[in-house]
């Protein structure tokens, strides 16, 4: 079983960045797709960025496209989402996501095994 734990949430004012990290144990991290999801109060967990295994592939929600970088170490088994220009409506718990091993990440979250427990970010304006 893959766990996660997310760091690196925190107040900042629009316009600046912020950089979560996600650290793996458990599994081998270099067969494992990511994904990054946030969730705002009363609203569902939406996808924010992917990317898979071997860092070939990455794909953003188009409201952090140009924004926000998701890269990964697989060397530090670890996953990181670079978020710059932050606004307020990027105001969310942040969840980095693991799939099973080889499987493609994907911008469902109902494909994810593994989650970890979420790390707030509040953006004011």
């Known amino acids: 079983q893959l766990q996660l734990v997310e760091s690196g949430g925190g107040l900042v004012q629009a316009g600046g960045s912020l950089r979560l990290s996600c650290a793996a144990s458990g599994r081998t991290f270099s067969s494992i797709g990511m994904g990054w999801f946030r969730q705002a109060p009363g609203k569902e967990r939406e996808f924010v960025a992917i990317i898979t295994w071997n860092s070939g592939y990455t794909d953003y929600t188009d409201s952090v496209r140009g924004r926000f970088t998701i890269s990964r170490d697989n060397a530090k088994n670890t996953a990181f989402l670079q978020m710059n220009s932050l606004k307020p409506e990027d105001t969310a718990v942040y969840y980095c996501?693991?799939?099973?091993?080889?499987?493609?990440?994907?911008?469902?979250?109902?494909?994810?095994?593994?989650w970890g427990q979420g790390t707030q970010v509040t953006v004011s304006s």
């Open positions: 996501a693991g799939r099973d091993p080889w499987l493609l990440p994907t911008m469902d979250a109902r494909d994810y095994a593994s």
